[in-house]
């Protein structure tokens, strides 16, 4: 299992929020692309760079920093927040992201993601944002009636790099990731799952490779001190 550190932009700073509520910052950490280049030393396997603003207002708002940010550092970076559109994707992979993440549009327009995934194979993936067992959209502002198998199964086996399934109760909050609905998702899902959200100790990280998890996507934590990046990526990322 890949252990992903995250770089979240809000207001052009680097942040972390509780459960993605923009009014809720547990952590300031200044600028985006020093936090990148913190995390980058340590040699993860990639990087997840989110734009709060961009997810929040439904377009792409610190797109220089992310820019920036794949320019500054070695470590394949994936990118999301506010890609709602073709072109909003393009530029970020033309500008050499490895991935970039879209849930709201994925899940209104599943045949949308399909049809980008089919122009990138395994550069698109699902953000896959569930409250109460229905996806949100909007920034997670928003809930929809739609559940998680419901837009799995309407990708039409799309060639998509991985999910990115985050329990939102869990976010920002180091309580421990959601390990049952995350087997939902592992059972139910024909790609890689990447499970973000809770993570707050190094025997997480071990329960989600457990798992079989693709990968887990570390953000306060590791800012927190809570988790050691470089033993995570070493002992999790180990196969023995």
């Known amino acids: 299992m890949i252990v992903i550190p995250a770089v979240d932009i809000k207001d052009g700073v680097a942040v972390r929020l509780m459960q993605g509520k923009a009014d809720r910052e547990s952590l300031r950490a200044g600028s985006p692309v020093d936090a990148a280049k913190r995390w980058a030393a340590y040699g993860p396997a ?47 992979l033309d500008a050499g992201a490895a991935r970039v993440v879209l849930g709201t549009r994925a899940a209104q327009d599943p045949a949308f993601l399909a049809s980008l995934a089919r122009e990138y194979p395994g550069r698109v993936n699902l953000g896959l944002d569930c409250s109460g067992g229905f996806v949100a959209v909007k920034g997670w502002v928003e809930a929809s009636t739609l559940t998680p198998q419901r837009l799995l199964e309407g990708l039409g086996g799309a060639p998509l790099g991985e999910v990115i399934y985050t329990d939102i109760s869990k976010d920002g909050m180091l309580s421990g990731p959601a390990v049952e609905s995350t087997k939902q998702i592992l059972a139910d899902s024909p790609y890689p799952v990447i499970a973000s959200g809770g993570v707050s100790s190094h025997d997480d990280l071990m329960r989600l490779r457990e798992l079989d998890c693709f990968g887990a996507i570390v953000g306060r934590a590791i800012y927190d001190g809570k988790v ?13």
């Open 228 to 240: 050691d990046l470089e033993r995570a990526i070493r002992e999790v990322e180990s196969r023995s």
């Open 46 to 92: 990639r990087l997840h760079v989110v734009d709060l603003d961009g997810a929040f207002g439904g377009k792409p708002a610190n797109a220089r920093l992310v820019k920036e940010i794949i320019a500054q550092i070695d470590v394949p970076v994936e990118v999301g927040g506010g890609i709602r559109t073709a072109d909003d994707a393009r530029a970020y």
